[in-house]
């Protein structure tokens, strides 16, 4: 059985930086792909960033240059390094797995969530 921990939000001022970590168990983080998604008040759920077997990452436009996706393998955890963080980062933020467990991440629409998510509140 897949669990993914998360942890590592709070609240923070505008430019402040957090890091988010997700511990999983029943899923190997170096092995599939994996993600980060958020979701604001009154907004659908979005994909932020995910890395692959390789390192490779990807993310989304609005944060390219702020957050950095990574992951220990010999601890089994992926993270989510938040910088220069803005008002507009306020959401909930959840880690993902993708359930046919594929090494490269072919989109964000293929993983999904599992677990408890972590609120991340930006103040200006």
């Known amino acids: 059985q897949v669990q993914l921990v998360v942890s590592g939000g709070g609240s923070v001022q505008a430019g402040g930086s957090l890091r988010l970590s997700c511990a999983a168990s029943g899923y190997t983080v170096r092995s599939y792909c994996m993600g980060w998604f958020r979701q604001a008040p009154g907004k659908e759920r979005e994909g932020v960033a995910a890395?692959?077997?390789?390192?490779?990452?990807m993310y989304t436009d609005s944060v390219k240059g702020r957050f950095t996706i990574s992951k220990d393998n010999a601890k089994n955890i992926l993270y989510l390094e938040m910088n220069s963080l803005k008002p507009e980062d306020t959401a909930m933020y959840y880690c993902a797995g993708d359930p046919s467990r594929r090494a490269l991440c072919p989109g964000y629409w293929y993983l999904e969530v599992w677990g408890q998510g972590t609120l991340v509140t930006v103040s200006s």
């Open positions: 890395i692959d077997s390789y390192g490779s990452t």
